[in-house]
């Protein structure tokens, strides 16, 4: 063997160091598909420059096709205006030229009128002449043209002379009389007028006095108002616009329920771009809007359940699945109706389980005891007591659920979050399950004193901590959380429970505070307010979905009308409910007759609650914000990790960093600077938070609030 050559198995070896991970692929990946020629004459077509835009798609030749007539339809008056114009301007150059204006006014100016005043009238003089040769030539031209050629002659000199008028007369930027409008394409439209769209920005100091708009797509009536697509100006922002939608709506002299703004994003929108649509009138009277449901006789909970109408008249469908949903206003503006269109959804879904308590203890959801697996109405102690029992339940069966999924395979669970197969097998027994509470705030504020886990708490504040597990935790197994108050303030909803519901809906409440509790804090500041809504809007609020709900746009919020359904529709819905239950042998719990409790491991749950947010202490005290939502965002990593980028807590939380970090400093827990690796593994220095300290601040809270509650209870 030459001493050259490297035996067979150095090279292995070799390779087996370098190889880390493999994995064994089965079936040859196909073959990208060959495009044809048609297909390769399209994607020219599209892309290149060179065919214009009204050629490459129907909706850009329909918009071409109107431009053009309207192009025809204002071309005479334009024409007619154009030659008046041309006239009066080429009257006054030749006043001003025989007149010899211009050197007049260089003699005025160096004061050398007297001197020049011979010259001038010489100058004078010779133009006078000039022009009566230029007029007998002309019209020595012209009678020799109509001796020849006869009246046509006469018509063309007329047609000439008139399109060098219309040419000369035309409007030019900057000329004298025009005004600034909206740059890009126009057509024959009755809207709004452009200048009083760029003065409305303007007034509403959302573009500078010398700044104008680009228009991107032409005002067109679009259902029943009108659209409008704008560019701002350079550096200006589109969020800039929805933060003060109510001074451009003001600006507009509409009610700020009339006008949509929202950001157009993706690959035909950027920072700066700004949809704008403008109701006729109030998009949100007339009759009440029938619920699509009351006239299936299934659905299936996996899909998104039809929720109402946005101003523009487009359905808002909210997913449940993966997600939970508050809805919160003061009393008669829809809240119950509000929340049982998302409940009739899951009714109809045989294979769901509902979990009711009713605090009014009224006979809104009383049909809805036929079906539900758990039922509890009423807003006393003995009520209150039982929605724990079956909320503790609801925790264990979590655990168990987790407990179920880790045992199956991939093929069947294959991301460890429950399907649609999991979800309707009899065996594993994971059904989509729901907790719908209305009136949640009857069990939150029950001052009746527990112990959980060697620590003193109230009802209401376990019954708070089993919530907040089942809609931290819950969506993964299939649980889905519905909470409904007439009392959204800070002291109702504690902060932990709220920073876990993904979907809020917020009808009319009484102040921006209240609606920042509902909708999420700041919200107020980027343009969505539901204590502006007006009383007269029964069912109208502010709808901010999860992340995977569908909100018909990609905008943060959306105002909606929900659907209506009168009682007689909710009582048939719950009948088919049950019928479908029945068939399907699905009828269980308290429908089937059936309310013995499950046995259960207490301690198991107490143990969750703590690991769950972090540490029992965590769990069973109301933190003040925004100490609570940082512990809600870190959770178990608030014990794992080291340092926190104050970037991320402050983008997380979507909150402003200098009110952050005061806010903070006032819990006596303050930022620093420490080095963290990028993405690229190189040590930068960052401004944030040792774990440490944040642990530190809640012991110190949780202790404060124990504390000043053990004094309340000896005051008692």
Not at 76 to 96: D, E, K
Not at 386 to 402: K, M, P, S, T, Y
Not at 411 to 428: F, G, H
Not at 491 to 497: D, H, K, Y
Request: charged share 25%; aromatic share 6%.
């Amino acid at each position: 063997m030459n001493e050259n050559t490297t035996p067979a198995s150095a090279v292995t070896g070799e390779v087996e160091r370098h190889i880390f991970d493999a994995e064994l692929i089965d079936e040859v990946p196909e073959p990208e598909p060959q495009l044809t020629r048609g297909q390769r004459f399209m994607n020219w077509w599209l892309r290149s420059p060179r065919v214009p835009a009204g050629l490459k798609s129907r909706r850009a030749a329909k918009h071409a096709l109107v431009d053009a007539l309207a192009f025809l339809i204002r071309a005479p008056w334009r024409f007619i205006r154009s030659v008046g114009r041309g006239l009066v301007a080429a009257v006054r150059g030749w006043r001003q030229w025989v007149r010899v204006h211009d050197y007049r006014e260089a003699a005025e100016q160096s004061e050398k009128l007297a001197d020049k005043f011979v010259e001038i009238r010489e100058l004078t003089l010779f133009r006078w002449k000039v022009t009566g040769a230029v007029v007998l030539a002309a019209g020595a031209v012209l009678a020799v043209g109509c001796a020849v050629y006869g009246g046509r002659a006469m018509w063309a000199a007329l047609g000439l002379t008139a399109i060098a008028l219309a040419v000369y007369g035309r409007r030019k930027d900057g000329a004298p009389g025009r005004k600034p409008v909206l740059a890009g394409p126009r057509t024959l439209t009755w809207t709004m007028d452009p200048q009083m769209l760029v003065d409305a920005f303007r007034d509403a100091k959302l573009i500078g006095k010398d700044e104008s708009l680009r228009l991107v797509e032409r005002a067109a009536h679009d259902g029943s108002g009108w659209a409008v697509t704008v560019d701002l100006p350079a550096t200006r922002k589109a969020a800039d616009v929805l933060k003060r939608r109510d001074a451009l709506a003001s600006a507009l002299a509409v009610d700020e329920l009339q006008l949509i703004v929202e950001r157009v994003r993706g690959r035909g929108g950027h920072a700066g771009r700004v949809f704008l649509w403008v109701a006729d009138e109030d998009p949100y009277s007339g009759p009440a809007l029938r619920f699509p449901l009351l006239d299936m006789e299934y659905w299936d909970a996996w899909r998104a359940i039809p929720f109402g109408r946005d101003a523009r008249s487009r359905r808002i469908d909210l997913q449940l699945v993966w997600t939970s949903l508050i809805v919160g206003s003061i009393p008669r503006q829809g809240k119950t109706c509000a929340s049982r269109l998302p409940a009739a959804g899951l009714i109809l879904d045989p294979f769901t389980q509902l979990y009711i308590f009713d605090g009014k203890g009224g006979k809104d959801w009383q049909a809805a005891e036929a079906v539900a697996h758990r039922y509890v109405c009423g807003d006393e102690q003995e009520q209150a007591e039982a929605v724990r029992d079956h909320l503790v339940e609801l925790v264990a069966e979590v655990q168990a659920r987790f407990s179920r999924m880790s045992a199956l395979d991939d093929e069947i669970c294959p991301e460890s979050k429950i399907t649609p197969a999991i979800s309707r097998d009899r065996e594993l027994g994971m059904p989509i399950t729901a907790v719908i509470i209305d009136e949640v705030q009857v069990y939150l504020e029950n001052p009746a004193k527990e112990e959980v886990g060697g620590k003193k708490t109230t009802l209401g504040a376990y019954i708070a901590d089993l919530l907040t597990y089942l809609a931290r935790k819950g969506p993964a197994v299939g649980i889905v959380v519905v909470l409904a108050t007439q009392r959204p303030d800070s002291t109702t909803i504690p902060s932990r429970l709220r920073a876990v519901l993904g979907s809020r809906f917020a009808l009319r409440v009484m102040d921006w505070r209240d609606s920042n509790i509902v909708l999420g804090e700041q919200m107020n500041t980027r343009g969505f307010d539901a204590s502006t809504l007006l009383p007269s809007h029964k069912g109208v609020g502010i709808l901010r979905p999860d992340g995977e709900a569908e909100s018909g746009g990609d905008a943060v919020a959306v105002t909606v009308r929900t659907f209506y359904m009168d009682n007689a529709g909710w009582r048939s819905i719950c009948e088919r409910g049950r019928a479908l239950r029945e068939a399907a042998g699905t009828l269980s719990g308290h429908a089937a007759g059936d309310d013995r409790p499950r046995a259960i491991d207490r301690a198991a749950v107490v143990k969750a609650l703590g690991t769950g947010s972090g540490g029992s202490d965590r769990a069973l005290v109301d933190l003040p914000e925004p100490l609570a939502s940082v512990v809600d965002h870190l959770g178990d990593e608030l014990d794992q990790r080291e340092f926190v980028p104050s970037a991320e807590l402050t983008e997380a939380l979507e909150v402003d960093p200098g009110t952050f970090a005061k806010q903070m400093g006032q819990l006596e827990c303050r930022p620093t600077r420490h080095r963290i690796p990028d993405h690229t593994g190189d040590l930068r220095r960052v401004r944030g938070y040792f774990t440490a300290d944040i642990r530190a601040a809640v012991e110190r809270m949780s202790d404060e609030i124990s504390s000043n509650g053990e004094a309340e209870a000896d005051q008692e």
